[in-house]
């Protein structure tokens, strides 16, 4: 494994994205950098600009008004980008399928890494999900 | 070759990036256990900067060149101010007439770059963040440059780090008369503005403009940025103590009150909210400035 790629699994910067959830998700996301469970140990930090990001950790079933506005975040963010589905919403819409407002999952839309499902995935379920995207970048070599 | 040697190696960039990024560690790690969390491991602050190096450059339509070449005007000039310290402390010998004035403006030069790049990109939070970084600048410089004025007058008008260090072993550090604490207090405060650190980080708040003047850097500018920061975080504490507290700069010493001035900072940091600008203006040229021109005065009175 290069250098790059190692040092990519040890500083993972992640930008939090809500594409119209009902915010438990979100909040549970925050809660894995609260002292209980403290993952800047590991290197991982929330960032404000997509342009710093590693990781896009997408919360929330998306709807007609934020799929374009996400391929938009998606494209402005250095590669390689990494992308997290938070939250069964986000995974496969849950409840929200049938919705007039929702067009389709988020993996037809963007290349998905990881899912974390859960209505709200607990702080240790967020942190598994992240160690098997650690686990995916290493094993590509 | 000495020459070079001095400026990339020791004692310029790559000694002071080393220094630095470890203090940025201290800070992140003090700053953890404060919180009550773990924090992140010594290296964490070396990675970070090596993963940032392997990322995609992005750069935004306007201005491809001066985008690029402004964070290495702020790196530049930080470099030459930990070179010139650096000599210095080894032996007062390196020291030229007016280098206190050279190492003052080299030390504006960093906000200068930030203020470029992030005005380049034409982001309008980047724009915001430049304008606060811009006004930032104007509030802490004449604090600062009075302070150092104290200085001078306390040294019988010599403009040379290295007559200032001779001064202060033949008369005692001036941190201990009381126009020399006074001047100390107010550096340190306008220390803290020039690090960007709360509660003077209204250019970069991430919390409402996403971190501000940085937001369109990614990838090796980005990198670089930080790197001038983490050499400030080494430089300025040591600008002071050759000002301030420069009797008896043994290497252990000088290792101690490094240490003594980071965890001012970091206390600093920690238990303070953040200002707003027109609050961090109103500061600066308020009570800070009146607190300076006292302690030049007393200095010309010879207290």
């Known amino acids: 494994m290069d250098l790059r790629l190692k040092a990519l699994t040890k500083s993972i910067w992640v930008f939090h994205l809500s594409a119209g959830s009902c915010n438990n998700c979100d909040i549970e996301t925050l809660d894995c950098f609260t002292p209980r469970f403290d993952v800047e140990r590991f290197g991982i930090q ?29 494209a402005q963010a250095p590669k390689p980008c990494l992308i997290v589905a938070c939250g069964i919403c986000a995974c496969s819409q849950h409840m929200f399928r049938d919705s007039y407002n929702v067009c389709e999952p988020l993996d037809k839309i963007l290349p998905v890494d990881v899912y974390i499902p859960g209505c709200p995935p607990k702080p240790e379920a967020i942190i598994s999900g992240i160690v098997k995207l650690l686990t995916k970048i290493r094993s590509k070599k | 070759m000495s020459l070079l040697v001095s400026y990339f190696i020791f004692p310029g960039f790559l000694f002071s990036v080393s220094v630095g990024l470890l203090a940025g560690w201290v800070d992140r790690k003090v700053t953890a256990r404060l919180q009550w969390r773990v924090g ?19 750069i935004p339509e306007s201005g491809k060149w001066t985008f690029l070449l402004s964070p290495y005007l702020g790196l530049l000039s930080v470099t030459l101010v930990a070179t010139i310290l650096g000599n ?6 390196g020291s030229f007439n007016g280098d206190i004035i050279v190492v003052l403006y080299l ?69 201990v008369s009381c126009s020399g604490i006074l001047a100390f207090l107010v550096s340190i405060l306008c220390m803290q503005a020039k690090l960007c650190l709360v509660p003077f980080d209204a250019s970069e708040a991430e919390q409402e403009l996403m971190g501000g ?15 001038t920061k983490a050499m400030l975080f080494y430089t300025l504490p040591l600008f002071l103590i050759v000002l301030f507290w420069g009797q008896g700069l043994t290497p252990l010493a000088l290792v101690g009150k490094y240490v003594v001035l980071l965890v ?6 920690n238990t303070n909210p ?12 308020g009570p ?16």
Not at chain 1, 46 to 74: C, E, F, Q, W
Not at chain 2, 213 to 227: N, R
Not at chain 2, 274 to 285: G, K, N, P, S, Y
């Open chain 2, 107 to 175: 030390l504006t030069i960093p906000a200068v770059a930030t203020i470029i790049g992030a005005s380049v990109s034409r982001s309008p939070l980047a724009s915001v963040g430049a304008s606060r970084e811009m006004k930032l600048v104007l509030a802490y410089e004449l604090p600062f440059i009075l302070s150092i004025i104290t200085v001078i007058i306390k040294c019988g008008g010599v403009i040379q780090l290295g007559s200032v260090l001779n001064h202060q072993a033949n008369f005692g550090s001036h941190l």
């Open chain 2, 288 to 303: 800070v400035t009146w607190a300076a021109v006292t302690a030049v005065i007393l200095a010309i009175c010879g207290i």
């Open chain 2, 213 to 227: 003047v940085l937001i369109e850097y990614s990838g090796l500018p980005l990198a670089i940025f930080k790197l």
């Open chain 2, 88 to 93: 210095l402390l080894q032996s007062s010998i």
């Open chain 2, 264 to 269: 001012v900072i970091i206390l600093v940091k």
């Open chain 2, 40 to 58: 992140p491991p010594w290296h964490q602050n070396f990675t970070d900067i090596v993963k940032l190096l392997g990322k995609e450059i992005i």
């Open chain 2, 274 to 285: 953040r200002l707003r600008i027109d609050q961090a203006l109103r500061f600066f040229w």
């Open chain 1, 46 to 74: 929330l960032i404000g600009s997509v342009r710093h990001a590693d990781v896009i950790l997408i919360t929330g079933a998306m709807n007609r008004k934020s799929v374009p506005r996400m391929k938009k975040i998606y």
